[in-house]
């Protein structure tokens, strides 16, 4: 247990929430979920099968059949992988299918490289397992992008997965197509398999989307990590899938018999209407993030001490804070108690992401604005008077 990390987005809810008890009033950028409520068509699709289909006992372990289809022809639709019912495993969020790649395929000493700052479990559970998590540092300078001259240095004769999340939590940035297809001639070249967080794939605002499993020689080679909380505002479903090499299904199908022996039957119901039903919602809520993002950037940006670049995807802006001359936890702090807006600090992610706060952008325009305001006056304050407020104020 001591190996295990965790998601400090809910530990700073929580301290949020504590604020919230003695009557302050908090804004929440803290937390990566969409604030719109999931479309009507998808609930009711799972309340039908819930109440009328009897849609409340066990399933295959894998997922139902008609949730399965209806990925794989999603998956071809939307990123050009073409595969096979047998080769989806459905999970309750998309977590597992992080853990039990892990789990497949890390021995004790294996090396896995991935993003930092990146999603905390990838590091967390590479460590838990008895591997060794190795950092690939994103920077400012390169967009915060890979660099794969220096992942390709990373790499050893103890590497046996690498990690990749495009478009990018926490700092919004993408992959391109030259950066994916140089990685795979990696993968190829040193026999890896590849796990690609695509969590944020239908979020992507720029540049041409490519799935890494579509190139030559990748397909037996990537996990493909994809799932519903993102793209349909269903965070509370707690539904993921990962599309699997061939090789590796029947291990994930016995991790998710060893573990959760199915996911949730009328929620899977609900699943298989978000990807055949109307696209309308999630297209509105797309549109939406774009022009939150757009103001979040600008108002930082307006920000004297702070400078953020325009993210590409997924729903996080990514300030640079270093100007103020403070850690990032400790800006992140400041601006939860004296301002009231929480947000997470860069090392919540990683080292690398010292010098850094995340800002997700999925709340009102209203709030976002009053956050900016905040967030602009509590820094003025900071630099005025270098005095830092904290949990004691």
């Given at each position: 247990?001591?190996?295990?990390g965790?998601?400090?987005?809910?530990?700073a809810?929580?301290?949020?929430?504590?604020?919230?008890?003695?009557?302050?009033?908090?804004?929440?950028l803290?937390?990566?979920?969409p604030?719109?409520?999931?479309p009507?068509?998808v609930s009711?699709?799972?309340?039908?099968a819930?109440?009328?289909?009897?849609?409340?006992?066990?399933?295959?372990?894998?997922?139902?059949?008609?949730?399965?289809?209806?990925?794989?022809?999603?998956?071809r639709?939307?990123k050009?992988?073409?595969?096979?019912?047998?080769?989806?495993?459905?999970?309750p969020?998309a977590?597992?299918?992080?853990?039990?790649?892990?789990?497949?395929l890390?021995?004790?000493?294996?090396?896995?490289?991935?993003?930092?700052?990146?999603?905390?479990?990838?590091?967390?559970?590479?460590?838990y397992?008895?591997?060794?998590?190795?950092?690939?540092?994103?920077?400012?300078?390169?967009?915060?992008r890979?660099?794969?001259?220096?992942?390709?240095?990373?790499i050893?004769?103890?590497?046996?997965?690498?990690?990749?999340?495009?478009?990018?939590?926490?700092?919004?940035?993408?992959?391109?197509?030259?950066?994916?297809?140089?990685?795979?001639?990696?993968?190829?070249?040193?026999?890896?398999?590849?796990?690609?967080d695509?969590i944020?794939?239908?979020?992507q605002?720029?540049?041409?989307?490519l799935?890494?499993?579509?190139l030559?020689?990748?397909?037996?080679?990537?996990i493909?990590l994809?799932?519903?909380?993102k793209?349909?505002?269903?965070?509370?479903?707690?539904?993921?899938?990962?599309?699997?090499?061939?090789?590796?299904?029947?291990?994930?199908?016995r991790?998710?018999?060893?573990?959760?022996?199915?996911?949730?039957?009328?929620?899977?119901?609900?699943?298989?209407?978000?990807?055949?039903?109307?696209?309308?919602?999630?297209?509105?809520?797309?549109?939406e993030?774009?022009?939150?993002r757009?103001?979040?950037?600008?108002?930082?940006?307006?920000?004297?001490?702070?400078?953020?670049?325009?993210?590409?995807?997924?729903?996080?802006t990514?300030?640079?804070?270093?100007?103020?001359?403070?850690t990032s936890?400790?800006v992140?702090?400041?601006?939860?108690?004296?301002?009231g807006?929480?947000?997470?600090?860069g090392?919540?992610f990683g080292?690398?992401?010292?010098?850094?706060?995340?800002?997700?952008?999925?709340?009102?325009?209203?709030?976002?604005?009053l956050?900016?305001?905040?967030?602009?006056?509590?820094?003025?304050?900071?630099?005025?008077?270098?005095?830092?407020?904290?949990?004691?104020?």
């Amino acid at each position: 247990m001591e190996r295990m990390g965790t998601e400090t987005a809910f530990e700073a809810a929580a301290r949020a929430r504590a604020l919230e008890a003695t009557g302050r009033e908090v804004i929440h950028l803290e937390i990566g979920e969409p604030d719109f409520d999931t479309p009507r068509n998808v609930s009711e699709a799972a309340a039908r099968a819930l109440l009328d289909d009897g849609a409340t006992h066990y399933t295959a372990a894998t997922g139902i059949q008609p949730l399965r289809d209806a990925i794989v022809a999603d998956v071809r639709r939307w990123k050009g992988i073409t595969t096979t019912p047998e080769q989806v495993v459905v999970t309750p969020g998309a977590k597992p299918i992080m853990f039990y790649a892990m789990l497949a395929l890390i021995s004790d000493g294996d090396e896995v490289i991935y993003p930092n700052p990146g999603f905390p479990i990838y590091e967390s559970m590479a460590r838990y397992v008895g591997g060794t998590p190795v950092a690939a540092p994103l920077r400012e300078a390169n967009d915060f992008r890979m660099d794969v001259d220096e992942v390709a240095g990373l790499i050893t004769d103890r590497t046996k997965l690498i990690v990749i999340n495009s478009p990018h939590n926490p700092t919004g940035s993408i992959l391109t197509g030259s950066d994916i297809r140089r990685l795979a001639e990696l993968a190829v070249e040193h026999d890896l398999v590849v796990l690609a967080d695509e969590i944020y794939g239908r979020l992507q605002y720029s540049g041409e989307p490519l799935s890494i499993a579509t190139l030559p020689g990748m397909a037996e080679r990537t996990i493909t990590l994809d799932g519903f909380s993102k793209t349909f505002a269903m965070t509370g479903w707690r539904l993921g899938y990962g599309v699997v090499p061939e090789w590796l299904a029947p291990a994930f199908s016995r991790l998710v018999i060893n573990s959760v022996s199915c996911t949730n039957a009328f929620a899977q119901a609900g699943a298989v209407e978000a990807l055949t039903g109307p696209q309308d919602d999630a297209q509105a809520m797309r549109e939406e993030f774009i022009a939150r993002r757009q103001l979040m950037v600008d108002g930082l940006n307006a920000i004297p001490g702070v400078s953020c670049v325009m993210p590409h995807g997924a729903f996080y802006t990514f300030p640079n804070m270093t100007s103020f001359g403070r850690t990032s936890a400790e800006v992140a702090d400041h601006l939860l108690y004296d301002a009231g807006v929480c947000g997470l600090a860069g090392t919540s992610f990683g080292r690398h992401g010292e010098g850094y706060l995340r800002f997700s952008y999925a709340n009102s325009r209203s709030n976002l604005s009053l956050a900016l305001e905040r967030v602009a006056e509590s820094l003025a304050k900071l630099e005025r008077t270098g005095e830092l407020v904290g949990a004691a104020h």
